[in-house]
């Protein structure tokens, strides 16, 4: 099994889990290594793959300006397995 990277919302208080993000970071390479998000912004349309839980998850047809409750580690185009382009994937932390 892989090897996860810190989930630093998991033992989260109600409080802590619905207060929203206090930092970004653009997603510029393919790396499974990122700290996990708390929600995933998409800029730009298109079928990403998402690190999630150990695995790659693919989103088809992901609307640009799209927010994503998601908890991701990594991210991917899925047409080619390249790295976004910087704005085109945004993790919420």
């Known amino acids: 099994m892989a090897t ?24 510029t390479t393919t790396a499974t290594t990122h700290d996990t998000s708390r929600a995933v912004y998409v800029g730009v349309s298109d079928d990403y793959d998402f690190y999630v839980g150990g695995a790659w998850v693919k989103f088809a047809n992901t609307n640009g300006g799209s927010i994503l ?11 080619g397995s390249s790295a976004p382009d910087a704005g085109d994937i945004v993790f919420i932390y």
């Open 69 to 79: 409750p998601l908890r991701a580690s990594g991210a991917r185009h899925n047409s």
């Open 4 to 27: 996860l990277t810190t989930d630093t919302y998991r033992d989260f208080t109600v409080q802590q889990a619905v207060a929203p993000g206090a930092t970004v970071s653009s997603i």
